[in-house]
């Protein structure tokens, strides 16, 4: 089974408008940190926003909120007010186990994202 | 500025070919991990080192290999190359310890292009 897994491949959205990108992850194990990553087409990869499984509320950063439901193994990206510089390849990505400093990323195959003027 | 510095940014190699990625990690960080990024795909885990030593290996190839020097500095080997070797290959470290998040810092990354 895939460990993450992003349903959209690629989706348009207005200007201003917000935008959800859809996760969901596969584990057994209850301590688990989840990862949104943005990559233009420059081609570098940017950490956007994170969640911990033992996290009680969900993350925020500016504009990009993660909405966590952790029975339903989801872990939507949030970005509100889309801008024309959110037009990206979106990653979800899973650690598995405690942050211990040296534990691998699990990514999913990504969202396309372009925002309409 | 992520702090990860990979070299070369880009490589155009004929098949056949062994080519050499490097990749420094942020200053005191001991993890270095090596992805490689196929024409839009997702990231693919190959290989894992910690602290010289290998973690964690991933689908990377018989015909790839990697290691870390006591710099902590990694370089990944691709030999034998295929056309579909062409990909983007990043490296990343992450902050020892259990500091932050365990979020991965990501180089630029290497493009090879294989004619």
């Known amino acids: 089974a895939q460990k993450i897994t992003q349903t959209q491949p690629g989706m348009f959205v207005q200007e201003k408008e917000a935008v959800t990108l859809d996760c969901t992850y596969d584990t057994s194990d209850p301590s688990y940190g989840l990862f949104w990553y943005k990559q233009p087409s420059s081609g570098e990869m940017i950490f956007l926003i994170y969640?911990?499984?033992?996290?009680?509320q969900n993350a925020t950063e500016g504009r990009y909120s993660l909405n966590f439901q952790k029975a339903r193994k989801s872990a939507n990206l949030v970005i509100s007010a889309s801008q024309l510089g959110d037009s990206a390849m979106y990653f979800c990505a899973m650690r598995e186990g405690p942050n211990f400093g040296n534990e691998k990323l699990t990514f999913g195959t990504g969202t396309r994202l372009t925002i309409i003027p | 500025d992520s702090g990860v510095t990979q070299t070369p940014k880009h490589l155009i190699t004929a098949t056949g070919q062994r080519v050499t990625l490097r990749c420094s990690p942020r200053s005191g960080d001991l993890s270095v991990y090596w992805y490689q990024q196929s024409l839009d795909q997702g990231l693919q885990f190959l290989i894992h080192?910690?602290?010289?030593?290998?973690?964690a290996k991933g689908n990377i190839l018989e015909r790839f290999s990697a290691q870390q020097f006591p710099d902590l500095h990694s370089e990944l080997n691709l030999s034998s190359l295929e056309l579909g070797d062409s990909a983007l290959y990043f490296c990343a470290s992450s902050a020892p310890g259990g500091r932050g998040t365990g979020e991965l810092f990501f180089g630029e990354g290497s493009r090879l292009t294989v004619l």
């Open positions: 969640q911990g499984s033992y996290d009680q």
């Open positions: 080192y910690y602290n010289g030593e290998e973690r």
